[in-house]
């Protein structure tokens, strides 16, 4: 329990500069939810344009708005984190988090957790926001169950994140490759169409990484949409991810800024 408490601390006081530090420029939560306004705003109006035999306008305003506020929480898990640890050492500020008295990679990984918190709140706005204004029909019985399989999902993604955080660490830059991962993972996740219209050379794809799942729990639970497989199956994907890749890209972490330090060029940027 003390080792437990002693990750956690210095975690803890990663997120808490965080949202200082977020806290003192108020007008940040504002903008997130006005860009992811337009985002609704966009998808309603095609929705009312297009004709699909499968879905009824109000039914694929639905589908793509589950889908704009998941790829709110992704563009967090995967872009923020990077950014920050970046700005980090271009600032020679890095040096508190190797100074960290238990693990500094643990330490690293907690610059997930706000950009995480961050996103969650954003989604309920935009999802307050959808049904305001756009007449967003939620599943309201089932609506609870969206808030623990949403922090499910974010373990789920967090592997990804904190594999960009260690080639920061490498390479010293923050990877183009995030945009294109962000990219594919909307595309091959069924964001805005259903993954059933992928060629089938590709679809196997959107079953091999944990954002398919999520999509398909979280728009059953909201809007109440049918799922493609059974509920246990795609939460014990979500749990896999969490439990076994999660502890993985810890340890590549970990392997980054043991190297680093080993060449001496850890503090380099």
Do not use: C
């Amino acid at each position: 329990m003390s080792a437990v408490r002693g990750h956690m601390q210095p975690a803890m006081a990663v997120v808490k500069r965080d949202l200082l530090l977020s806290w003192s420029y108020r007008l940040q939560f504002v903008t997130g939810i006005f860009s992811g306004f337009v985002s609704l705003a966009v998808f309603y109006y095609i929705s009312r344009l297009v004709r699909v035999e499968e879905f009824s306008p109000e039914a694929y305003f639905a589908f793509a708005a589950i889908g704009i506020v998941i790829f709110t929480v992704l563009t967090s898990t995967l872009q923020i984190p990077q950014t920050t640890l970046r700005q980090e050492l271009v600032a020679g500020t890095f040096e508190r988090f190797l100074l960290a008295p238990w693990s500094s990679a643990v330490t690293v990984a907690a610059l997930l957790v706000f950009p995480a918190l961050y996103a969650l709140t954003s989604v309920i706005g935009l999802i307050g926001v959808g049904a305001a204004v756009f007449g967003l029909q939620l599943s309201w019985a089932t609506v609870p169950l969206a808030l623990p399989i949403a922090i499910l999902s974010l373990l789920a993604f967090a592997p990804f994140g904190v594999l960009l955080l260690a080639s920061v660490i490498r390479i010293k830059k923050a990877p183009p490759g995030a945009n294109y991962m962000i990219a594919g993972l909307s595309l091959i996740g069924g964001l805005y169409f259903p993954i059933a219209l992928l060629p089938g050379w590709l679809r196997w794809a959107s079953e091999a990484q944990p954002l398919t799942p999520a999509v398909e729990l979280l728009r059953s639970t909201l809007v109440g949409q049918s799922l493609a497989d059974p509920a246990w199956l795609s939460l014990g994907k979500l749990f896999a991810f969490a439990l076994v890749a999660l502890p993985a890209s810890i340890f590549v972490l970990r392997r980054a800024i043991d190297a680093g330090r080993l060449s001496g060029t850890i503090l380099e940027y």
